[in-house]
């Protein structure tokens, strides 16, 4: 059983928004640090965001420009990613992680496309 599920994604033009989601289940998901990674064919796995335990404080990467937010509900063992003014370089698959010291579980991913 995957203990992190993400969905969401699918082919948007340039300029459009999507939000991912990312189900935990067998893990306490409340105490694990959540983020997002990325990678497309020929590029390295990139950082994207992360989000603390408690959803208090966040991490961006730079290439995100005030247009993507991670979220998080710990009620419902699920972290959010809303990616606004999509562009062409942000088509990736998108991964969500959970990390907890050197534990990392981390998902299948979900593909976003940019393009028109």
């Known amino acids: 059983q995957e203990r992190l599920v993400e969905s969401g994604g699918g082919l948007v033009e340039p300029g459009g928004s999507l939000t991912l989601s990312c189900f935990a289940s067998?893990?306490?998901?409340?105490?694990?640090?959540m983020g997002w990674y990325r990678q497309s064919p020929g590029r390295e796995n990139e950082f994207v965001a992360n989000?603390?335990?408690?959803?208090?404080?966040?991490n961006y990467a730079d290439t995100t420009n005030g247009r993507f937010r991670i979220s998080r509900d710990n009620a419902k063992n699920t972290l959010y990613l809303q990616m606004n003014n999509l562009k062409p370089e942000d088509t990736a698959v998108y991964y969500c992680?959970?990390?907890?010291?050197?534990?990392?579980?981390r998902g299948k991913g979900t593909l976003v496309a940019v393009s028109s």
């Open positions: 992680n959970a990390e907890l010291g050197t534990l990392i579980h």
């Open positions: 989000i603390s335990e408690s959803g208090g404080s966040t």
């Open positions: 067998d893990i306490t998901f409340g105490i694990y640090t």
